[in-house]
């Protein structure tokens, strides 16, 4: 289907729409209209459910979309909505979004294209590339402080996690917006070492994902940590019990579309290289 430009004129005052904030220029499809049109009506009898539940049935409607990465590379920097194919962050962007949305008075396209790019950018602002919250630790960072998300991972046990933020700038040539404008490097080296020197992060570890089990709840964001060299965060995705175990639906690269990972939380922890730990995050 083709995809173009579509650009959202609401007024700020205008009609029934007085003090609303006007929605964002958004890169969408007319298929997904049509998906997030379908997504409204499966909720429709379920969107009063506690936010946890909800968010797993948001994440469960999108079971076997297909995985693709880079498709929020745009240049100049935009707002990509794209409800047809995701990875596994714009996954959980996606659900917690329209979980969010869904239970608004009067639910809409455009006010979950607003609530998107709240959610994506540091202040909910796009100039350029570099306003996008590209380290998932930022990005819970920012949406705790946006009232989006709690981070639980001390609460229930975590300990005390210093990550040192600096895979981008090291390696802007896997990067192709920044490798295309080394003037955006200062910047997000600034944005590194501002994460890094945060001093309240914290972590469950590898072995003890099992007894911090009975704390997670369905529909928190599970992040695992990594030990690859200047990076926080791998994955993510939303953890779910199924048949008495505690599992994870995540857009999964291995299997190339989104599933309910078959293997419990604790294996898969065990079984991903350069995997550390954990941390939990709850929608709130």
């Known amino acids: 289907m083709r995809q173009g430009m579509i650009l959202f004129l609401i007024l700020l005052f205008a009609g029934n729409g007085a003090g609303q904030v006007a929605a964002p220029p ?3 499809t007319a298929e997904d209209q049509v998906i997030f049109d379908r997504y409204l009506h ?15 049935e948001t994440a469960r409607f999108f079971l076997g979309t297909p995985y693709t990465v880079s ?3 745009k240049e100049p920097e935009k707002l990509v909505v794209n409800l047809r194919e995701m990875d596994c962050t714009t996954f959980v962007e996606t659900v917690i979004t329209l979980a969010r949305t869904v239970r608004e008075a009067d639910p809409s396209f455009e006010s979950f294209c607003r609530n998107i790019q709240r959610v994506r950018y540091r202040e909910g602002v796009i100039h350029d590339y570099t306003d996008r919250l590209h380290y998932f ?4 960072y920012e949406n705790e402080r946006k009232g989006w998300v709690r981070d639980m991972t001390r609460t229930i046990g975590g300990k005390p996690y210093q990550p040192d933020i600096s895979f981008m700038s090291t390696h802007p040539e896997s990067y ?13 080296r600034e944005k590194e070492r501002e994460i890094t020197e945060r001093k309240a992060n914290a972590f469950i570890p590898e072995a003890s994902v099992t007894n911090s089990g009975e704390e997670m709840q369905n529909g928190d964001i599970v992040c695992f940590v990594t030990a690859i060299k200047g990076l926080d965060i791998s994955h993510v995705g939303f953890i ?3 048949d008495g175990a505690l599992h994870f639906i995540h857009a999964s690269s291995a299997s190339r579309k989104v599933i309910v990972e ?3 939380l604790h294996i898969y922890v065990e079984n991903i290289r350069l ?7 709850r929608p709130q």
């Open 26 to 28: 958004a890169d969408y």
């Open 71 to 73: 498709t929020l590379e």
């Open 42 to 56: 499966a909720m429709e009898t379920k969107k009063t459910l506690p936010l946890g539940e909800l968010v797993i």
């Open 262 to 264: 078959p293997r419990p």
């Open 240 to 242: 779910c019990r199924q």
């Open 137 to 140: 630790s930022d990005w819970i």
């Open 275 to 281: 995997t550390t730990g954990i941390m939990i995050v």
């Open 176 to 188: 192709p917006l920044l490798k295309s404008h080394p003037e955006r490097l200062r910047v997000i």
